[in-house]
């Protein structure tokens, strides 16, 4: 993702979790609170007692790569923070991951389709 669409201090972390509504997934936590900015930032935390650096990283690479495949999709102004809560995003298969998270995008209201995106039809589904 890109610089100008992460949550890069540790206040706008803190605002996010203390002023936002936050939705529980199963093994993820989403916190959603209104941006200051135009765009939609997100940030992405996995505390220490979920594994080392190598597990932590991973999961933020999984997660970070979900968000990058859909940003457009994401509503603007807004800040996100996504909070793991499970080993098992390591392992977890990565269309698994894509539903969990957009389930919980949909739940918070952050989710939307853009309006230039063409509707898929049966011929355009046998395609992909």
Request: hydrophobic share 40%; with cysteine; glycine share 4%.
């Given at each position: 993702?890109?610089?100008?669409?992460?949550?890069?201090?540790?206040?706008?972390?803190?605002?996010?979790?203390?002023?936002?509504n936050?939705?529980?997934?199963?093994?993820?936590?989403?916190?959603?609170?209104?941006?200051?900015?135009?765009?939609?930032?997100?940030?992405i935390?996995?505390?220490?007692?979920i594994?080392?650096?190598?597990?932590?990283?991973?999961?933020?690479r999984r997660?970070?790569?979900?968000?990058?495949?859909?940003?457009?999709?994401?509503?603007?102004?807004?800040?996100?923070?996504?909070?793991?809560?499970?080993?098992d995003?390591?392992?977890?298969?990565?269309?698994?991951?894509?539903?969990?998270?957009?389930?919980?995008?949909?739940?918070?209201g952050?989710?939307?389709?853009?309006?230039?995106?063409?509707?898929?039809?049966?011929?355009?589904?046998?395609?992909?």
């Amino acid at each position: 993702m890109k610089r100008q669409y992460r949550l890069r201090r540790s206040a706008h972390f803190q605002r996010v979790r203390s002023s936002g509504n936050h939705y529980d997934g199963s093994s993820l936590t989403l916190n959603v609170a209104a941006a200051r900015q135009r765009t939609t930032r997100c940030g992405i935390v996995v505390a220490r007692r979920i594994g080392g650096a190598v597990v932590r990283n991973h999961i933020k690479r999984r997660i970070r790569e979900v968000l990058r495949i859909h940003y457009l999709f994401l509503r603007s102004n807004f800040d996100i923070v996504f909070i793991a809560r499970s080993r098992d995003l390591q392992t977890m298969p990565f269309s698994r991951l894509i539903e969990l998270i957009t389930q919980l995008l949909k739940r918070a209201g952050v989710w939307q389709i853009p309006e230039n995106t063409p509707p898929l039809d049966s011929e355009s589904r046998t395609k992909l």
